[in-house]
């Protein structure tokens, strides 16, 4: 069960007589994100993200497992998130999931698994016998708004630093070794999915901002959600509530979001390389 307190009239009306000024109310520019900072964990695929007040873990792990009927040659990807009161105190960890969490989860199936970010051919052992099931469990630590920025910047960074044991086939026969015989194998990931949130406050879409906080996203009418990677590749896209938006819209909140998945491309690769020099 979600309780969330809803920020109150006052609180409401400062913030957007703020933004028809062109004023957020933490100092940022209107298209600006939080600070963003990613550290790599000793072991692979645990990283953990702060945007802001934002804070998120992310694990990712992998067993071996029989796949899917329809696809007997490829491995499985799946994801989890949980939000509890830890992060916020309107949330109850073991309950019901909320729709948060489901969002977050929806969002992270479009974006890794249906725009191919990972090779799932690649995860397959012994074609309808054996495949990696690959897991990322997502654990929020503190709700400062924007979860979906945050969870997809864990997520792929997360899959990127993560590396599975080496198995060798022998006829029908699978033997994986453990990484202290064998030198583990990186997942392989063919592009890395970055989600771009704004938040908009009035219904003909003019009054829009970048990475909304979390008293932002309270009062925001809609939310657009674009999804790009660093070859420029659109990758998914989501809305929802509000008005429709025009075309010029979209293509201005493209053109920023373009510039900040490479600024966000460069900190998640500067993250690895710390990662692996340490």
């Not at 992998?62 to 509890?84: K, W």
């Not at 054996?130 to 910047?153: E, Q």
Request: with cysteine; hydrophobic share 40%.
């Amino acid at each position: 069960m979600v309780v969330e307190i809803p920020p109150s009239n006052i609180e409401a009306s400062f913030l957007l007589e703020s933004l028809r000024k062109g004023i957020r109310i933490d100092g940022r520019g209107i298209y600006d994100y939080r600070t963003l900072k990613i550290a790599c964990g000793p072991t692979y695929g645990l990283v953990e993200v702060q945007l802001g007040q934002t804070r998120v873990l992310a694990r990712v792990s992998c067993e071996v497992t029989r796949p899917f009927p329809d696809r007997p040659s490829e491995g499985i990807v799946q994801f989890n998130a949980e939000l509890s009161s830890l992060a916020a105190p309107g949330f109850d960890s073991g309950g019901k999931p909320s729709v948060q969490e489901v969002a977050v989860v929806r969002m992270l199936e479009r974006v890794v698994r249906q725009s191919r970010a990972i090779d799932t051919e690649a995860l397959c052992i012994l074609s309808g016998e054996k495949v990696w099931a690959v897991r990322v469990d997502l654990h929020f630590l503190d709700h400062g708004g924007n979860l979906i920025d945050a969870a997809s910047i864990a997520t792929i960074t997360a899959l990127r630093h993560f590396k599975r044991p080496d198995v060798t086939v022998d006829g029908e026969e699978a033997i994986i070794h453990d990484v202290r015989e064998r030198n583990p194998v990186p997942l392989s990931v063919h592009h890395t999915p970055i989600c771009v949130s704004f938040g908009f406050f009035d219904t003909a879409g003019d009054l829009a901002l970048l990475d909304p906080s979390l008293l932002e996203e309270q009062v925001q009418i809609a939310s657009y959600t674009i999804t790009l990677n660093s070859h420029r590749e659109i990758c998914a896209l989501n809305k929802a509530g509000g008005a429709p938006l025009s075309a010029e819209q979209i293509q201005r909140c493209t053109q920023i979001a373009l510039a900040k998945v490479d600024e966000i491309s460069d900190k998640i690769q500067e993250a690895l390389k710390n990662s692996a020099a340490a």
